[in-house]
């Protein structure tokens, strides 16, 4: 007879099977208790003795003979899971008797699969099978598409190319630059002026500055938020810088006694203060007074590239009058003509008649 060695869960499976067959049970009982046992599952085990049975005839020497093999092996088996269950309980106490384990050991099918189980990690000694292997599945990533520069786009409408600029003292030079294309976010500026060195990059706002007289050239570069710079703008221009022009009027006031409305041989300076003004179109642009021997100074600013007419008159004091005949003196001013000289008369109230009112 040729024994083979199995899994210890496979013994007890045989002998209960043998068992079974031998005395004709449907059910196990526990030894602990009369409640019955769950009734044992015959599979291929009970083949074998089927075929035993065909091949001893009945032999009842030879039957027992193998019960008792069976038998011992399957107490074995049933000490070993019992000691295991024992080790296995984290608390060092046991639960559920000897039916329970006598239940867990006959609760295999086949009894016959060997290295396919494994206990689980939970302390109650059962036998799980091993979980099925899971595919690990990894999501393709598609590449990011690679952005495209687009720097900014600008107009540069002052100053044009060539341009010639002429600005007075009180007038700033900005250049008028428009953002009009492109990706213009986080858009920033830098400039350089007359070859001198560049600026750093920094937000735009007007750019406004001086000038030198003569040729000036300007170049500018943008760029936006990612990085991406503009082409580098120039400008060339000429410039001029209009200066004031400080206009100067001197006069004298004098006593016109023929009331002739011009000065004639021993026709003196009027000898009181006499208030003067300076007109342009009805407006009073400035004031002034005379001395006591009827002299005056009167000074006035304006633009290098103006040309202005100005108008003197007198607050005739007491003990004159003006001249009715005569209005007041008209005086052109430009940059060619910055000076000019004045006189105008009063009529003493003495000398009054000799007018001829026209």
């Known amino acids: 007879m040729v024994c083979k060695t199995t899994h210890a869960g ?11 067959f031998m005395i004709d049970e449907p059910q ?22 089927n075929w035993l049975k065909e091949k001893f005839k009945r032999d009842t020497v030879k039957i027992l003979t193998i019960s008792v093999i069976i038998l011992l092996s399957f107490g074995v088996g049933v000490w070993a899971k019992y000691q295991q269950s024992l080790k296995t309980d984290k608390t060092g106490i046991r639960k559920g008797g000897f039916q329970d384990l006598l239940k867990t050991i006959m609760s295999d099918e086949e009894g016959l699969e060997e290295n396919q189980q494994e206990t689980n990690g939970n302390g109650d000694g059962k036998i799980e099978p091993l979980p099925a292997p899971v595919a690990s599945v990894i999501p393709s990533v598609a590449p990011s598409p690679t952005r495209q520069e687009n720097p900014p786009v600008i107009k540069i409408s002052y100053p044009a190319e060539g341009q010639s600029i002429e600005l007075t003292t009180d007038q700033t030079f900005c250049l008028v630059d428009t953002p009009e294309g492109g990706n213009t976010t986080g858009i920033q500026r830098k400039h350089r002026i007359n070859n001198a060195g560049w600026t750093g990059y920094a937000s735009m706002t007007t750019l406004c500055f001086d000038p030198q007289e003569g040729s000036n050239t300007v170049a500018l570069q943008y760029r936006n938020s990612f990085g991406d710079e503009s082409i580098i703008y120039s400008r060339q221009f000429q410039f001029h810088r209009i200066e004031d022009i400080n206009i ?9 006694h023929n009331c002739n409305g011009s000065r004639d041989n021993g026709e003196a300076n009027l000898d009181v203060s006499a208030e003067v003004t300076l007109w342009e179109n009805f407006v009073v642009l ?12 009167l000074g006035y600013t304006i633009k290098g590239n103006e040309s202005r007419t100005f108008e003197v008159s007198v607050q005739s004091p007491y003990g004159y009058k003006a001249d009715p005949s005569v209005g007041s003196p008209q005086m052109t001013f430009s940059k060619n003509n910055q000076s000019a000289s004045v006189e105008i008369p009063q009529v003493p109230a003495a000398d009054i008649g000799n007018c001829q009112v026209p």
Do not use: M, R
């Open 286 to 297: 400035k004031q002034e007074h005379s001395n006591s021997n009827g002299e005056f100074s």
């Open 10 to 20: 496979a013994i007890p499976a045989q002998a209960s099977n043998l068992i079974k």
């Open 248 to 256: 100067s009027i001197t006069g004298q006031i004098y006593k016109d």
């Open 28 to 49: 196990l009982t526990s030894s602990e208790n009369s409640e019955p046992i769950e009734e044992i599952k015959v599979g291929k085990i009970s083949k074998v003795f």
